[in-house]
């Protein structure tokens, strides 16, 4: 086998090739290092004598499905002007690894179009090694993440298993990529990520836009350290909080209400007032079921039309008319003498002006839900990690994967 064979198939250059033996299914390729070529691996003098060699097998990329191993025989050498026997440096491998630079990086590649098993199988090697491969390149990838190009960013946290674990991440919304991800959620989980966009070039200067739910965490982080960003509300969290609390006064209208009749005709409507009209099946007569269930409540009524009302705040044609859209919306809510359309009323009233900025940048965390459903599939189809810095890193790598996370 020529020199450059092995050079470009195996990325060995450097080394002459002694012979090749099939066995065990498996190929075996014996490599040899010339004695001119032999340097120390601390100073790199040539000044060296021989003290006798250690064989190692390196893991190199297959052949036809079946395994290559590169044996090497290693000189171990007394450096003069160190005083120090030590072994020479081996080129193609890193120090300490029982496979190839090359193979490393086929494994890696893998990695982006198969599950792990589905690397080891293919390679014939135990599942911790292409973890460790890959952990290792996340790492390497991913450990400074640009964030001088960031100018709108969306921020919220996930849950990542019981006893309240969370995880607060941060998605460049241009290029669809997990930045930050912090321990825990709140603004303290933040502080790493605005330390480091501080130190970038531009700093926090070239955020222009965030996207967050209402938390008080979240306005108080933007406001502090993103002053000159607008502040955008999400939509979709505005909706899903009146849908819990459309929810909480249908379960105390039921509990409230004496006759069995009353009861029954409420009972089972909970997803009917959350679903879009649009979505309503006339054949499970679920429209007919949600008009009677309407028709027998005003309060509940109320709501429930308040809650449509409420969806066409982001359709209105500008900023001014969403601004009286929105005045009014309080207005009437305020006015209607329900408690819960009151207290919400009063929540808007306080997020006015992040809601309305929708219509200055009309971004939300749409994205990020997105990224945060494929998270909680890496972690349901890994049966969780136990190697949470590895979980981190395939956060941050998730935008990169190319096989499907289902099926």
Known sequence: MSTSLLYHTFGVRGYQHVRTTFGQGQVELTIRQEPDTLRCSACGSDRLVCRGQVLRRFKALPIGGRPVLIALPIQRVACKPCGVVRQVPVKFADTKKSYTKSFERYAAALCRVMTIEDVANHLQVGWDMIKDIHKRYLRRRF????????KCIAIDEISIGKGQRYLTVVLDLQSGAVVFVGQGKGSDALNPFFSRLKRTKGGVNKIEAVATDMSPAYTLAVATHLPQAIHVFDRFHVVKLYNEKLSDLRRDIHRSVETIEEKKLLKGTRWLLLKNPQNLDDKRNERQRLD????????LATA??????????WDQPDKATAKQFLNDWIARAQ???????????NTLLLHRRGLIAWYDVPISTGPLEGTNNKIKTLQRRSYGFRDQEYFTWRIYGLHETEYALTG
């Open 304 to 313: 429930y039309y308040m809650k449509e009302d409420l969806r066409c705040f």
């Open 143 to 150: 450990r400074n993440p640009k964030l001088h190009k960031l």
């Open 335 to 345: 006015a209607s003498g329900i408690d819960m359309l009151k207290k919400f009323a």
């Open 292 to 299: 009677d269930a309407l028709r027998i409540n005003q309060p």
